[in-house]
């Protein structure tokens, strides 16, 4: 069973850019998907991007614009969200999530194990 920590988060300036990390211990890395959501205070949670297993496939949210790129790095199992240009509406929980399966998918209830979450809070 595949278990997640989130890192990377902090306060931040408009404008700065974050690279958060996903770090995996458990099981084979490689055969699950992640996706990484963000919850803003009184919001519910959102996604933003997903990756497959191999690395090889992305979807991203059709709200998120390019400012978000996710990558992932399986021989040191973990999976990365990066965010340029950081916004004070960027300000949130941000969450990494795995599948038992390889396809990247974009609704929470098909994702099986969840991080503790990290959290991001941009100043203007």
């Known amino acids: 069973q595949v278990q997640l920590a989130e890192s990377g988060g902090g306060l931040v300036q408009a404008g700065d850019f974050l690279r958060l990390s996903c770090t995996a211990s458990g099981g084979t890395f490689s055969r699950n998907a992640v996706g990484w959501f963000r919850q803003a205070p009184g919001q519910e949670r959102e996604f933003i991007a997903a990756?497959?297993?191999?690395?090889?496939?992305?979807l991203y949210s059709p709200s998120v614009n390019s400012r978000f790129t996710i990558s992932r790095d399986n021989a040191k199992n973990e999976v990365y969200l990066r965010i340029n240009d950081l916004q004070p509406e960027d300000t949130a929980v941000y969450y990494c999530?795995?599948?038992?399966?390889?396809?990247?998918?974009?609704?929470?209830?098909?994702?099986?194990?969840w991080g503790q979450g990290t959290q991001v809070t941009v100043s203007s």
């Open positions: 990756i497959s297993g191999s690395g090889g496939t992305t």
């Open positions: 999530a795995a599948r038992y399966n390889v396809l990247a998918r974009s609704t929470e209830d098909e994702y099986d194990q």
